[in-house]
């Protein structure tokens, strides 16, 4: 079945640091592939998205490119900061309506 | 404008007590979705609506758990005969177009 497996957490970086969190997944056909970002005490908001092969999505400095070749959606961002750490899921829309979310990764970031 | 809103935020209830979980969508969002989250993991998928059509129910665990949106906008999810493992996070989301979907913050259950 479908399926999204992401990098395990918590991760630690430094202020400015370089980050990558991995994300694969299994799916029938070309789902749109999304990323979301929870914030401490806050809910799940939309932090980028693609939904095409090579596509790159955006958001706050953060980027991630539809690979469809690996299957993957790895979310990057070349400079860290305190602001940033919270929790991201990556997230593929299997079928239309139904996402489905990986397990989160949780992101501190150290001034 | 106003996001998607849920009640109440927490609710405490003792094991085999009924509950009832609200969402309001964002006003015009015809799609809604409910979640369940445990601690540590991601949102997984319960049941979606397309306006009042139940179009997916298939991630309802058994059933005890049940959702109604009558009138196309606001939403229950009602779990009957409420069980500890029924402790978690509930999430509710609304799109209009089928992709990007806004969440609510949350319903919190304690299942005593």
């Known amino acids: 079945g479908d399926s999204v497996t992401q990098m395990e957490g918590p991760v630690t970086l430094s202020e400015e640091a370089c980050l990558t969190i991995n994300c694969t997944y299994t799916a029938t056909g070309y789902p749109s592939l999304f990323w979301y970002v929870q914030y401490p005490g806050e809910g799940l908001q939309l932090l980028l998205k693609?939904?095409?092969?090579?596509d790159k999505g955006s958001n706050k400095g953060f980027e991630a490119t539809y690979r469809k070749e690996t299957t993957s959606f790895h979310l990057e961002k070349g400079s860290v900061q305190v602001s940033d750490s919270a929790v991201y899921f990556c997230?593929?829309?299997?079928?239309?309506?139904?996402?489905?979310f990986g397990a989160g990764t949780r992101l501190f970031v150290k001034a | 404008g106003a996001g998607v809103s849920q009640s109440p935020r927490y609710k405490v209830t003792k094991r085999g007590q009924d509950v009832a979980l609200r969402c309001d969508p964002i006003s015009g969002h015809v799609s809604l979705y409910w979640y369940r989250q445990a601690l540590g993991q991601g949102p997984e998928f319960l049941t979606y609506f397309n306006y009042e059509a139940q179009q997916d129910k298939s991630g309802l665990p058994n059933d005890r758990f049940s959702a109604e949106r009558p009138e196309g906008s606001i939403s229950t999810l009602t779990i009957q005969r409420t069980e500890q493992r029924d402790s978690a996070m509930y999430r509710c989301?609304?799109?209009?177009?089928?992709?990007?979907?806004?969440f609510g913050p949350g319903t919190r259950l304690l299942v005593l």
């Open positions: 997230a593929p829309d299997t079928g239309g309506f139904k996402t489905i």
């Open positions: 693609a939904t095409k092969a090579d």
């Open positions: 989301a609304s799109s209009y177009s089928q992709e990007t979907q806004y």
